[in-house]
C-alpha cells in the first residue's frame, strides 16, 4: 500500500487528496485557501470532521510545509517518506500533451509557455508543483492536463474556420475543458453498461459551475463543447456560452468599454447570472423560479436548450448516441435539469425514468425506462481519483 496525493493549485489556494493506493481509499482531504494573507485558512477532514484554522501562509512552499507537517503530526502519516508520488491538475496542456506525464525541466518549460493561453491557472499549478518540488524534492511529480483528453479531436472538429495564419503562429484552436472529469465517466459508463468502450457512442455532461459536453467515440473524444478558453460552449454560472462575437464592438461602442472589460463581463456576469440577475447557483434559481421569478426560468431554459443542441448535434457527428451522462455539481444534484434535457431529446429515443431521475442525486443511477433507445445516467465525476491513477501509472510506483 502507498500514498499519494492529488493537487490541485489555484492563485491562492491549495487543494489535496490523499489516497491509499492501489485501493484507492481517501485518507484525507482538504484545502488552504487565501494563500498570501495572514488570515489563509486551512481545512483538513478527519473521519468526517472538517478542522478549520486560520493563520498566515504567505505562499504555497509555505502553505505545502503547513499541510505535510500537519499530516505528520496527526499522524496520517508515520512519516512523509510514505509518500510515494504527487499529482498535480493542469488546466491548460496546449496540444503538447495528450496523456499525463511525469514532471521534468521540458514539463515545466512547456506548462510555463501555455500560461498565455491559461492566464489565471497555468501560473498557479507551477507554483504548486515547485513547491512540492522543493518540500519533497525525491517524489516524483505527474501533471494531469484538463486538456488532454481532447487531443484526439479531428482537424475539422477543433479548427476554428479564422485565418490559418491565427492557429500556426498563435496556437488558436479548440483545447477543450474538464477532460479529465469527461474521460472518468465515460469510462465508467462502460463499466456500468458492461459493454467496452471501444463499442460506444458516449455524450458527457459535465455541469458544474463551469459546464461543458463531450463526444465520445470508440472511448475518444471527437468534439467538445469549451474552446480555446472555458467561455465557449454552453451557458453556465457566470459565463456567457457561444454568443455572436459581433456583440463584443457593439456593446463597446454602446456602454463606452473597453474588450477586456467586455470579455470579464461575459465570464464573470453572464450566464445564470446575467440572466437573472440573482446568482450565478441553479438552486437559487430554482427557487427563485417557484417564485415565479420569470428571468430564472430564462436563465435555466436558455442553458437546458442548448445543452440539448450539443447532443443533437453530437448525434449527428458521432452518427447515434448509446449513452448520455450527467455529472459535476449541478448533473449530480439538479433532476430538473436533467429531466429538462433529456425531454428535449426524447426524438433521439429517449425515454426519462422520472421517478427513478427524481430520486437521483450523488451516485450512480439509470434515469431512463428499460425500452429508452439511448440510456442515460448520472455519474458522480471524480477527477482526483484520475490524478491519483495517473500518478501511480506514470511514476511507475506499483510494478
Ligand atoms: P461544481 O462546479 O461541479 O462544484 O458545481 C457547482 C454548482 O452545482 C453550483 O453552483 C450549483 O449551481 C450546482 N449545485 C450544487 N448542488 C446542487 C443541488 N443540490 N441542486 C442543484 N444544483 C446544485
Known amino acids: 500500500m502507498i500514498k499519494v496525493m492529488a493537487i490541485n493549485a489555484g492563485s491562492s489556494s491549495l487543494k489535496f487528496k490523499l489516497y491509499d493506493m492501489p485501493e484507492e481509499t481517501v485518507i484525507t482531504e482538504g484545502n488552504i485557501e487565501r494563500i498570501g494573507h495572514e488570515d489563509a485558512y486551512y481545512t483538513i477532514n478527519i473521519n468526517g470532521d472538517k478542522i478549520k484554522t486560520v493563520l498566515p501562509v504567505k505562499n504555497h512552499k509555505?502553505?505545502?510545509?503547513?499541510?505535510?507537517?500537519?499530516?505528520?503530526?496527526?499522524?496520517?502519516?508515520?512519516?512523509?517518506?510514505?509518500?510515494?508520488?504527487?499529482?498535480?491538475?493542469?488546466?491548460?496542456?496546449?496540444?503538447?500533451?495528450?496523456?499525463?506525464?511525469?514532471?521534468?525541466?521540458?514539463?515545466?518549460?512547456?506548462?510555463?509557455?501555455?500560461?498565455?493561453?491559461?492566464?489565471?491557472?497555468?501560473?498557479?499549478?507551477?507554483?504548486?508543483?515547485k513547491a512540492f518540488m522543493e518540500v519533497l524534492p525525491d517524489v516524483p511529480n505527474v501533471v494531469v492536463f484538463d486538456t488532454a483528453f481532447h487531443q484526439t479531436m479531428a482537424e475539422e472538429a477543433y479548427m476554428y474556420a479564422l485565418p490559418y495564419e491565427w492557429y500556426t503562429k498563435h496556437r488558436i484552436r479548440k483545447y477543450g475543458a474538464h477532460g479529465t472529469s469527461h474521460q472518468y465517466v465515460a469510462r465508467k459508463a462502460a463499466e456500468v453498461v458492461g459493454v467496452p468502450i471501444e463499442e460506444l457512442k458516449i455524450v458527457t455532461c459535465?455541469?458544474?459551475n463551469g459546464a461543458s459536453i463531450a463526444a465520445v467515440q470508440g472511448g475518444k473524444c471527437v468534439d467538445t463543447s469549451m474552446g480555446l478558453t472555458p467561455l465557449e460552449g454552453i451557458p453556465m454560472g457566470t459565463r456567457s456560452g457561444n454568443i455572436d462575437p459581433a456583440v463584443v464592438e457593439f456593446i463597446c461602442m454602446k456602454d463606452n468599454l473597453t474588450v477586456s472589460e467586455v470579455l470579464y463581463i461575459l465570464n464573470h456576469k453572464s450566464g445564470y447570472l446575467g440572466v437573472s440577475g440573482i446568482s450565478n447557483d441553479s438552486r437559487d434559481l430554482e427557487e427563485a423560479m417557484q417564485r415565479g421569478d420569470k428571468r430564472s426560468?430564462?436563465?435555466?431554459?436558455?442553458?437546458?436548450?442548448?445543452?440539448?443542441?450539443?447532443?443533437?448535434?453530437?448525434?449527428?457527428?458521432?452518427?447515434?448516441?448509446?449513452?448520455?451522462?450527467?455529472?459535476?455539481?449541478?448533473?449530480?444534484?439538479?433532476?430538473?435539469?436533467?429531466?429538462?434535457?433529456?425531454?428535449?431529446?426524447?426524438?433521439?429515443?429517449?425515454?426519462?425514468?422520472?421517478?427513478?431521475?427524481?430520486?437521483?442525486?450523488?451516485?450512480?443511477?439509470?434515469?431512463?425506462?428499460?425500452?429508452?433507445?439511448?440510456?442515460?445516467?448520472?455519474?458522480?465525476?471524480?477527477?482526483?481519483?484520475?490524478?491519483?491513477?495517473?500518478?501511480?501509472?506514470?511514476?511507475?510506483?506499483?510494478?
Open 62 to 129: 509555505e502553505a505545502t510545509n503547513l499541510l505535510l507537517d500537519d499530516l505528520v503530526k496527526r499522524k496520517i502519516v508515520s512519516s512523509l517518506d510514505e509518500i510515494k508520488g504527487v499529482g498535480h491538475r493542469i488546466v491548460q496542456g496546449g496540444d503538447y500533451f495528450s496523456d499525463s506525464v511525469i514532471v521534468d525541466d521540458d514539463v515545466i518549460a512547456k506548462i510555463d509557455e501555455l500560461c498565455q493561453l491559461a492566464p489565471l491557472h497555468n501560473p498557479a499549478h507551477l507554483t504548486g508543483i
Open 206 to 208: 459535465h455541469l458544474g
Open 297 to 399: 426560468k430564462l436563465a435555466l431554459d436558455i442553458q437546458y436548450k442548448r445543452i440539448a443542441d450539443y447532443i443533437g448535434s453530437y448525434y449527428v457527428y458521432m452518427g447515434g448516441i448509446d449513452i448520455i451522462v450527467f455529472t459535476a455539481g449541478i448533473g449530480e444534484n439538479c433532476s430538473r435539469c436533467r429531466s429538462e434535457v433529456l425531454r428535449r431529446v426524447k426524438v433521439l429515443g429517449v425515454e426519462l425514468d422520472e421517478e427513478a431521475n427524481a430520486k437521483a442525486r450523488g451516485e450512480i443511477r439509470e434515469l431512463t425506462t428499460r425500452d429508452s433507445k439511448i440510456r442515460a445516467f448520472l455519474i458522480p465525476t471524480n477527477e482526483e481519483l484520475v490524478i491519483a491513477r495517473d500518478t501511480v501509472r506514470l511514476a511507475r510506483l506499483i510494478q
